[in-house]
C-alpha cells in the first residue's frame, strides 16, 4: 500500500479531535507483521518508550486497562 503525505494529512486531519492547536503527532508507519510473526502479546503493565535524543526526553507509555464505560450516542463531526 501506498499513500501520498498528503492524503495522510487529510485523512487524518479531517476528524476536529486532531485539531487542536498545541497538540503534536506523531505517525509511525509500518506494520505489525514482525510482532505478529513472532507471536508478541501485550500484557497490562508493560510498557513502551520511543526515544530519538534530537527530542530530549524519551515517550514512555505504560498498558493499563480502563474500566468499560458504556458508548453513547454518536455524533457528526
Known amino acids: 500500500m501506498s499513500h501520498a503525505v498528503a492524503n495522510l494529512e487529510h485523512h487524518h486531519f479531517k476528524y476536529a ?30 510498557t513502551f518508550e520511543v526515544s530519538a535524543p534530537p527530542f530530549g526526553r524519551p515517550l514512555v507509555n505504560h498498558l493499563a486497562r480502563r474500566p468499560a464505560v458504556p458508548a453513547g450516542p454518536v455524533r457528526p463531526l
Open 17 to 46: 479531535a486532531f485539531r487542536r492547536p498545541g497538540d503534536v503527532h506523531v505517525h509511525f508507519l509500518g506494520t505489525a507483521t514482525v510482532s505478529f510473526a513472532d507471536k508478541v502479546e501485550l500484557q497490562e503493565g508493560d
